[in-house]
Every structure is written in structure tokens, then in C-alpha cells.
């Protein structure tokens, strides 16, 4: 796993622990925070450098506004991504242009869509020499929370628990078709409030992969996101909010990291 051995495993900045707070979204290099769905650089940048090596290819599942590609840039791993929102993908293209220090490909495709998806996949890879990839990472919307398409195939369509978590497994399973066996995947996850409760979607998709694959659970992780882009301004109200109500306010998502097994 990455380039760490005992002459410098004490320089570098890996975050072993559980619990990660960041204080501030990485702004370097092409990151912008115009996406609501975006998650903070530091979080692919750790993964990407704790389970993979220069050169190796990156899969993202829901690529959003490039967080992740533009990370293996910087980290020259290729890439191969795959989202729904044709317009966010526009943008993501107009940011990488001129790039050549790495392979990739973002592709306009329903990822619960099996045929679709493989026909993606296995363009690519034939194109590339490869056969499957060495690392998988999925960020999917929290259920409807965030609306990002009109697209009935998009997942943020979604309000029902249960059907929300049968198109993610279809996601996950045609993913993790294409990762090789004895390497690591994550899945970044919220939960959400939704009539008057609090729903563990995290936790829920945590436990559906654990019962449909042969994966070793490695690590759940607890991010604070103290710089949500939907309450910077006016955390006051919303801890107004609270104190009036019975709730508390969410400041956390989860990291879950997996080993494949085959």
C-alpha cells in the first residue's frame, strides 16, 4: 500500500486514526467548491495515497465536480469516472484541458445501468491495456436531500430507503466487478433527516455491501464537516433551530474502507 516503509513511515502525513477533522476544504490547483455535492480534497487525497502507487488507476462511481480526478492528477494515477449531471461533466472537461500527465476518462453513464456500465469499462480498458482497477471510490447523493439532475435514473431522485439501497448495490456490484481482487474500496457516506427522525443511510449502506460482497471491513472513519457549503453563514440559526427543536445538528459523514476478496 502506497510507498510507506520503516526508513519513512514517521515523515509522512497519513491519517491512521478514526476520527478526521479537517479544518478547511484544500482550495489548491483546480479545487473550487461550486458543487454542493463535493467532498473535501483531503479525503481522496488520503485514500489515494494510503492504497495506491504512482500509475496505478483510480475508479470513481459518482465523479461530481472532479474532486477525485483532479487529486490523481496531482498524484499522476489514472483515472476512470463515471457520473450522470452532464453539466457538471462539462465543467470537470473544461478544467482538465490540456492534461496529459495521467489517463482518463469521465463518462456521461448511469452506473446502475450493467450493460451500459461494462461497455464503458471494458472500452477503456481494452484501450488502456489493463484489466481491472486498483482502487474504487463512491460518493452517491444522500437520497433526495440534493436534488443534482431531473434525471429519473439519478439517485438523488430517490426518496425511499429501500429502493435508494437496491440501485446503490447495482452500482456497487458493477464497480466492484472491475476491482482486483486483494485491493481496497470506499464508500463516503451521511445520513440524512427526513420526517421528524434521523435515517442511518450511512449505515444502512455500510451493511448492504457487507452482505452482498466478500469484503474485509478496514476502517469506518468519522469526517466533520464543519464548512458545509449549505450552513456557511448562518450556523447560528441553524443552532437556534436546534435548541427550539428536539435535534442535533449533523457535522460528521463517514469514510468506510473495504478489501476485496474476490
Known sequence: MGNITKDNWKETDLNVDSLW???????SGKHANVYHGNFVPQIPN??????????????ELFSGGGTTLFECEVLRRDYIGFDINRQIMEYVAQKMAGCNTIRYTNCECDVTDKQLFTEHVEGICRERGIEKVDFLIAHPPY??????????????????????LEKFLAAMANGLAYLKTGKYFAVVAGDVYKQGEVVPLAFNMMNVIKQNFNVKMK??????????????GVQDIWKYRALQSDYFLFKHEYIFVFKKMN
Open 21 to 27: 477533522i479537517i479544518g478547511e476544504r484544500d482550495k
Open 46 to 59: 488520503q485514500l489515494i495515497r494510503r492504497y495506491t502507487q504512482e500509475g496505478d488507476t483510480v475508479m
Open 143 to 164: 437520497l433526495d436531500i440534493v436534488k443534482f439532475t431531473q434525471d429519473k435514473r439519478d439517485l438523488s431522485q430517490i426518496s425511499c430507503l429501500d429502493k435508494f
Open 219 to 232: 476502517g469506518i472513519i468519522i469526517k466533520n464537516i464543519e464548512g458545509n457549503k449549505g450552513k456557511l
